[in-house]
């Protein structure tokens, strides 16, 4: 399995509150993604990085930030939570962006 | 929008049996990805089509792609209760920068019984 650890794997909130996820690479990949996955969704993405300190949008990204300061740790915060960011939240990393993506085993968010 | 559609959304099947799932896309793209996932887990990459390949296998897994229908199929062959999973469709809307942004259909949930 690709060295992908996401933390926490689970958390529970309140509306309103700042969350950060974290998502940690041991494979020296330059790309890395945050997903959300919801039923009847799908997976969708809401930002990516292609380097350090170099990142952009997705699909779903209003009311999420990102940062990654290092190659190994990719950042996902949202600034004031809503029970509408409800969901799984799986981070992904990939040598290049023409390679297949190793995923990790998902956050699960419940903002009350 | 989501750019993959999937068919069925579920399907169950006796173990030894085959299964077909097949994927729609609505742009132009270079690649689609198949992936699956168990219950609980993170998306595992099973394969990757180009636009200029007709069909790939590896193991148990036929992949075929026409884009002229935009659509894609992913059998498995002599499935197994192990084979349990959802099954999702990837594609990368012919990005130019090839930043890796995948749009992933809703997935097919299949049931291997025993």
């Known amino acids: 399995d690709a060295g992908i650890t996401q933390s926490p794997r689970h958390k529970v909130t309140e509306t309103g509150t700042p969350v950060t996820l974290r998502c940690h690479q041991t494979?020296?990949?330059?790309?890395m993604y945050w997903y959300r996955q919801d039923p009847g969704h799908g997976l969708r993405l809401i930002h990516y990085s292609y380097g350090v300190k170099d990142t952009d949008k997705g699909e779903v990204s209003d009311g999420y930030s990102v940062s990654r300061s290092k190659t190994e740790d990719f950042l996902l915060t949202l600034e004031s939570a809503t029970s509408s960011q409800t969901s799984v939240y799986f981070c992904a990393i990939s040598e290049s962006g023409v390679q297949p993506q190793h995923f990790g085993d998902g956050t699960r968010l419940s903002i009350l | 929008s989501q750019q993959g559609e999937e068919d069925p959304q579920a399907l169950s099947i006796q173990e030894g049996e085959n299964a077909t799932m097949n994927c729609s896309y609505k742009t132009s793209i270079n690649n689609l990805q198949w992936y699956r996932q168990n219950s609980g887990r993170g998306l595992v990459h099973l394969i990757l089509i180009r636009s200029n390949e007709r069909e790939k296998h590896s193991g148990r897994l036929r992949v075929t792609l026409d884009t002229s229908k935009k659509s894609s199929s992913l059998l498995i062959t002599a499935s197994r209760a192990a084979d349990t999973a959802s099954y999702f469709c990837a594609t990368d809307g012919q990005s130019a920068s090839n930043t890796g942004k995948l749009i992933f259909g809703q997935g097919t949930t299949l049931q291997v019984k025993p």
């Open positions: 494979e020296n990949h330059r790309y």
